[in-house]
């Protein structure tokens, strides 16, 4: 471990670029995870002192977030992504041929400190994977050249920084563009026009626009900011959500990655409208190779007077804009939820009402938006409402952006007119024998074949931007299990029907899959779906049951195929574990049996 004066120094140094106050908790934590790919106890007593905070809260914080620990994981923390998408590309043999190579147990630090090798969640890098995370940083198109490469830099304990860029490049891979990424491009084009309108004028463009919220709850966007514009309040803020961590979905990276301009000024535009002050870019951990490029984006738009005091000349029109990491929690792409980490706690969803827009951040009126959605207002903002309402249909305007993987030829972001069928996006893909489409990530729904000629809208099937395809020879109830164990695992913990109900469905799922199941479990299984729904604390727990359910519904000879029972099998195999014992004592009669006659 370090010296105390070692971590004391790190300490001053992130509170003298961050900031000194108890709601950046979780980004020390993360600048000192980062340092130390651990959390040391020195670290903690300091924090404790210096921000006035009960040690036990900051263990608490910590015990939350998955990419946050307490015990040493080596000098290199590598995290395998094990979303559905990255396991049908080979992900668990790559995690195998790592762990062999490099003598360790998944998730259990080598006896020399040097390194972890484990799983975690979806990266959002679906279209580019199987993928892993090192230090923190996205390694992108593992094969088992790249996995023994990785394990030799890690023998010869070469610094991340000076692996080959090539396994840290991250493409966009937009393969289809329409109105919205075919746009002109301007960093300050809609605010000039925000400036000579008036807040009232452009709020009504956006209103008529029918713009609705892109990360998949669909509320009218207009509404959300004219909502926290007329709340009473001494302060306003502006937050990105930029937490994506739908399993499948990847399009606020690239947005983020090529088109931040125009996110950024989305920002600053619902700040002009609303009377925001202060803004802030909460993003996912697992994007953290972006972190720079971003606030490199952020210094440019401040030193050409888009940001700060006075925007573009306009006194009083102050604004500004923070970057705040996650650390790894599903749960945090809930707005309140997010709030929460932003103010330096667990990411416990809210109880609502009120909502976000009048009592959020710091108990103030708060906007919080997708990032596609902020791109979309700035455009919006820049051709009107009329040009977005040119596409889409009349209760979905616009386009939408879609993170498109799994068993197709061309996996990345597709852009498309709100209204588009599955099928075409299926054909444009290069998936033409695909045998289902999970919309809407883990949380979504399940489009079989016959069904492909859904449309993607509001009035038909939403989606939030996942489009993951599996072609003829998957077994659906495998990418059932990976999303149940994914929510057993995100769930937050505050809630009994999540946290125990999620657990109980996790394993039903997993005994039908054993083969040990009857009717009995299929239908214990739409009870806990059922009562998840129904009394879940937050709409992330109430979404838990929907792959299950989605499946059940419309292919359930996935379930029906394994039962082996009509009535009611226990999953614990007492015969099973009576071999040791008959093993033991050189016993093989009938009475060393369960059922057996004698």
């Known amino acids: 471990m370090k010296s105390l004066a070692n971590i004391a120094g790190c300490v001053d140094d992130i509170m003298a670029t961050c900031g000194d106050h108890p709601e950046l908790l979780v980004q020390y934590l993360c600048r000192i995870q980062w340092r130390y790919n651990c959390i040391p106890p020195e670290a903690i007593e300091l924090l404790a002192v210096r921000l006035g905070l009960p040690v036990a809260h900051i263990r608490g914080v910590i015990g939350f977030y998955a990419f946050l620990h307490e015990t040493p994981r080596g000098d290199f923390n590598i995290l395998i992504s094990d979303s559905i998408t990255d396991q049908m590309l080979g992900s668990r043999a790559l995690l195998d041929r790592l762990c062999r190579q490099l003598g360790v147990q998944a998730g259990v630090a080598r006896a020399d400190g040097r390194v972890t090798v484990d799983t975690t969640s979806c990266t959002g890098m679906c279209d580019q994977g ?302 033409e024998h695909a045998q289902a489409v999970q919309l809407a990530g883990a949380a979504g729904t399940i489009i079989p074949r016959d069904e492909f000629d859904t449309r993607i809208s509001y009035e038909d099937v939403d989606t939030g931007g996942a489009f993951m395809v599996f072609g003829p020879e998957r077994d659906l109830l495998d990418m059932v299990r990976n999303f149940v164990h994914f929510f057993a695992h995100e769930s937050c913990g505050f809630c009994t029907p999540c946290r125990v109900g999620g657990t109980l469905l996790k394993n039903l799922v997993d005994k039908v899959y054993a083969g040990r199941a009857g009717e009995y479990d299929l239908q214990k299984i739409r009870d806990i779906c059922r009562l998840m729904r129904d009394t879940s604390h937050c709409g992330l727990g109430s979404a838990t049951p929907n792959p299950v359910m989605s499946t059940l519904e419309k292919v359930p000879s996935i379930y029906r195929r394994r039962l082996c029972t009509s009535d009611y099998e226990p999953a614990f195999d007492l015969e099973a574990e009576l071999e040791e014992a008959r093993r033991i004592t050189g016993r093989d009669d009938s009475g060393a049996h369960i059922g057996r006659e004698t």
């Open 130 to 431: 199987p993928a892993l995370l090192v230090n923190g940083f996205a390694l992108t198109r593992l094969d088992v050249a790249r996995v023994d490469a990785v394990a030799a830099l890690v023998e010869a304990g070469t610094p991340v920084q000076d692996w080959p860029a090539a396994f840290f490049a991250v493409e966009d891979n937009i393969r289809r563009r329409d109105r919205l990424l075919n746009a002109p491009r301007s960093t300050d084009g809609a605010l000039r026009l925000f400036l000579q309108q008036g807040a009232d004028a452009m709020l009504e463009t956006i209103d008529r626009s029918g713009l609705r919220g892109r990360g998949g709850a669909g509320f009218r966007t207009a509404s959300k900011w004219r909502f926290c514009r007329q709340a009473p309040g001494g302060r306003r803020y502006v937050v990105c959500n930029a937490d994506e961590g739908e399993p499948g979905t990847f399009k606020d990276r690239v947005l983020l990655n090529s088109f931040a301009d125009e996110v950024f000024e989305g920002m600053t535009l619902c700040a002009g409208i609303t009377g925001a002050q202060q803004g802030f870019l909460y993003l996912r951990g697992e994007y953290r190779y972006l972190l720079e490029a971003l606030e490199s984006v952020l210094a440019r738009r401040r030193s050409a007077g888009l940001l700060g005091r006075d925007i573009l000349g306009r006194q009083g029109f102050d604004f500004d804009i923070a970057i705040h990491m996650g650390a790894g929690a599903y749960v945090c792409g809930e707005e309140s939820a997010l709030i929460e980490s932003l103010e330096g706690k667990r990411g416990i969803p809210r109880k609502r009402p009120p909502f976000p827009v009048t009592r959020g951040l710091r108990q103030q009126p708060t906007v919080v938006n997708n990032v596609e959605t902020l791109f979309a207002a700035t455009c919006i903002a820049r051709f009107g409402a009329d040009w977005f309402r040119a596409s889409g249909t009349e209760q979905s305007t616009g386009t939408k952006l879609l993170s498109v993987s799994g068993d197709c030829v061309r996996p990345g972001i597709y852009e498309y007119p709100l209204g588009v069928t599955v099928g075409q996006v299926i054909e444009d893909c290069g998936a």
